[in-house]
């Protein structure tokens, strides 16, 4: 017993990384079928290891039971920095039959840090729409946060590339919620600008809360959009569209940010916040104890409602018609190698 646990043990030193990434899943094939169980839609992955070459030194020393007497031995490893990424998206589309797919090909390039740099998705008269990230290092008080910066969208053709917009990303920093003083970098500002750089549109992320949840967003100078909380940060409540942050806050007699610590589900919202916010529309949400959202409801009064497998994967999306009964929207089916 004990000399295979040292076998196992030293194969373990011999391939340290083999392979923990794996084991997290990736999606291979995603196949989407209509109410008449037709095939619509499939799209395929294509997956491979990036950085294979860059690793750091390690020392591996084993910890045994007492009850385990053999020689201890300790080695330096080398720690892979890679990752298993996907580099080919591949979508068939069924229009009639199927000689009529239509099929799109998506491929995607990485930076040396790993990050998704450069994504082309291959058009049927053999242009392409590429879309490139630009990051930024930002210190913050626990070390440092790589954030987006710009990212821009070319139409690519024979004659070479074309903008056709492109968008800046600012942050700010946010004191979080932790054992002592923490901040973190969070989106400020997001704009949209034309094939000019001119600026076409823009949103400004005013409020967070303590977990860093955005609480109100303003698109345009103008249109305004409230986002409630709950249990200490990790259930969405509701969002208010044509309401701001000092409104809701009046209504509600209280700070957005007290909302977000709430533990129980009571109602936030009753007919009097719609009757003293006529022009709001309001979306609620309810969730359940893996923090997954299980009914959403429109400012219409219609509710959506989604159930889950034991893992929390989502496995249906269904509606009640006027009758009753169950109108599915939705059905997911997950077939998962060795589960």
């Known amino acids: 017993m004990a000399e295979n646990y040292k076998t196992f043990l030293k194969h373990l030193v ?5 392979d923990l990434i794996k084991c997290y899943g990736k999606i291979s094939k995603e196949v989407y079928y209509n109410e008449n169980g037709k095939m619509q839609k499939c799209v395929e992955y294509k997956y491979q290891y990036n950085n294979s070459d860059k690793y750091g030194l390690c020392i ?3 910890s045994f039971p007492l009850d385990i007497y053999f020689g201890l031995f300790t080695h330096i490893a080398q720690e892979s920095f890679r990752t298993f990424v996907p580099v080919s998206k591949r979508t068939v589309i069924y229009q009639g039959s199927q000689e009529e797919a239509k099929v799109q090909m998506e491929y995607f390039s990485y930076s040396e840090n790993g990050y998704l740099k450069e994504q082309v998705m291959v058009k049927n008269n053999g242009d392409s729409l590429i879309t490139w990230n630009l990051y930024g290092n930002y210190s913050t008080s626990s070390g440092f946060q790589i954030l987006p910066t710009d990212r821009k969208l070319y139409l690519g053709t024979s004659h070479g590339r074309k903008i056709l917009k492109s968008y800046n990303f600012s942050y700010r920093p946010l004191e979080v919620l932790s054992g002592w003083r923490q901040y973190f970098n969070v989106l400020a500002r997001e704009l949209q600008l034309d094939e000019n750089y001119k600026p076409i549109e823009r949103i400004d992320y005013n409020y967070y809360d303590k977990y860093g949840n955005i609480l109100e967003k303003v698109e345009n100078n103008s249109k305004h959009t409230v986002f409630l909380w709950s249990h200490y940060g990790q259930n969405p409540r509701a969002r208010i569209e044509n309401a701001t942050y000092q409104e809701v806050s009046s209504v509600l007699g209280c700070k957005l940010e007290d909302l977000s610590a709430l533990t129980v589900y009571t109602p936030i919202l009753d007919n009097d916040f719609r009757i003293k916010l006529p022009c709001a529309r ?28 034991k893992r929390g994967r989502l496995i249906q999306t269904y509606q009640l018609n006027e009758e009753g009964r169950m ?9 998962i190698v060795n589960e």
Do not use: K, M
Not at 14 to 18: L, S
Not at 299 to 308: C, F, L
Not at 327 to 335: A, C, M, S, T, V
């Open 14 to 18: 011999a391939h340290p990384t083999e």
């Open 60 to 62: 591996f020393t084993p």
């Open 282 to 309: 309001v979306f609620t949400y309810w969730c359940n104890q893996r923090n997954s959202i299980t009914t959403s409801t429109a400012p219409n009064g219609q509710s959506t409602y989604y159930t889950y497998d």
């Open 327 to 335: 109108e599915i929207l939705q059905l997911n089916n997950y077939h």
